[in-house]
């Protein structure tokens, strides 16, 4: 479902243990206070921001989580960017 002003800024297969379950999508919505409302898509978004010292990334249904990654960071970023200027 779309709401009005929704946005889909990412979508790809879903896989369990490379076997296509089904899509994801992640999306981007404007409320209607000034608010943005992000949805990553994902419960593994935070992995790919940092990682503790001694942390050892989970593995789930065939994929270990990589851990940092500067794309995740930067779209993080952008999105704390955005919801200030909001």
Do not use: C
């Not at 243990?17 to 943005?36: A, F, M, W």
């Not at 994902?42 to 503790?52: K, Q, R, V, Y």
């Not at 942390?55 to 919801?83: A, C, S, W, Y």
């Amino acid at each position: 479902m779309n709401l009005p002003g929704m946005n889909i800024v990412a979508e790809g297969d879903a896989t369990i243990k490379g076997k296509k379950e089904g899509r994801y999508s992640s999306t981007l919505y404007d409320g209607p206070k000034g608010n943005v409302v992000f949805n990553a898509a994902t419960i593994w978004w935070a992995n790919g921001l940092s990682s503790p010292p001694s942390h050892k990334n989970p593995t789930r249904h065939g994929v270990t989580q990589q851990g940092p990654d500067e794309r995740v960071q930067q779209i993080t970023q952008n999105l704390f960017q955005r919801m200030l200027e909001a």
